[in-house]
């Protein structure tokens, strides 16, 4: 079975990159409120102890790393591959308190590693001993993007984030450059129309937001981003996840002139247990087309 389908950008998409430019941040004080307004409105979970990395992962070292964004650091695990390696890979965990324990399972360590990557996950703000959420979490995305340069400043750089992790680093990826490729599972175009989805006993409180914050809802509109990607990407999600259509994802896609992965029978965050080869496949092909 054929999962995906790399897009070829047709030439109005092209020249839409040209003459549409990326929506600008939203003011300090509407990010402010916006964020507040925005994380109230999303899933909680409780702070945990992020787990250490079983034996199977070894070596690692985990340490913190600066952020620029807000009080405290980042919690990062380094896993280094084994040899010369070819590149680095940052991975950006979804929304979920395991933090970055979730890519302890499932492979994607392994698979970068045996390809000659090394590899780096964090703990997202809010998760694990990371520090407090200060505003949107696409400026913590550029610190870790700065932390894996001052670590491997000669090396190649890539990205692989899924849910939550994938969404923040769009507007990141978008802005600056330096990451060579990016793999994505999992992410909404706006996390707002996922709850509309998911969640609508919520829909009172997102148009609101909508209304409110006009700046920070176009900002948050990864559709508006992915055109200015400008970097091979991959774009993987479930035909069953009904928070993300199907479409939304061939749609990113096709505005970041990558490839589109849905897994028939995944719903939300099972892609990589339904497809796993499939799926490590893509991002490593991803990455060596950067």
Known sequence: MTYYTPFDMPE????????????????????????????????????????????????????????????????????????????????LHPWLGWGQAYFHRRGRIEAVRAAGYHALTIDLPGFGSSGPRNGFIDRDVDDALAGLREREPALPHYLWGVSSGGYWAHPALARRPGVRAAVFEDVSPHLLEWSWLTAPWGRPAYLFFRLAFRRAYRYLDLRLHARHLGIPTAHVSGALDRGIPAAETRRLAELSGGAALVVPEAGHLSAIRFAGSAVCELALATFERG
Do not use: I, K, Q
């Not at 998409?13 to 994380?39: I, Q």
């Not at 620029?68 to 591959?81: E, I, S």
């Open 12 to 91: 109005v998409v092209h020249a839409s990159r040209e003459a549409l430019a990326a929506p600008p941040r939203p003011g300090r004080r509407e990010e402010v409120w916006a964020a507040r307004l925005f994380f109230s409105l999303g899933p909680r979970f409780p702070r945990v102890e992020v787990p250490a990395p079983g034996p199977e992962l070894a070596p690692f070292e985990s340490f913190r790393m600066a952020r620029r964004n807000g009080p405290g650091d980042l919690g990062a695990t380094w896993y280094p591959a084994g040899g010369s390696a070819r590149g680095a890979v940052l991975f």
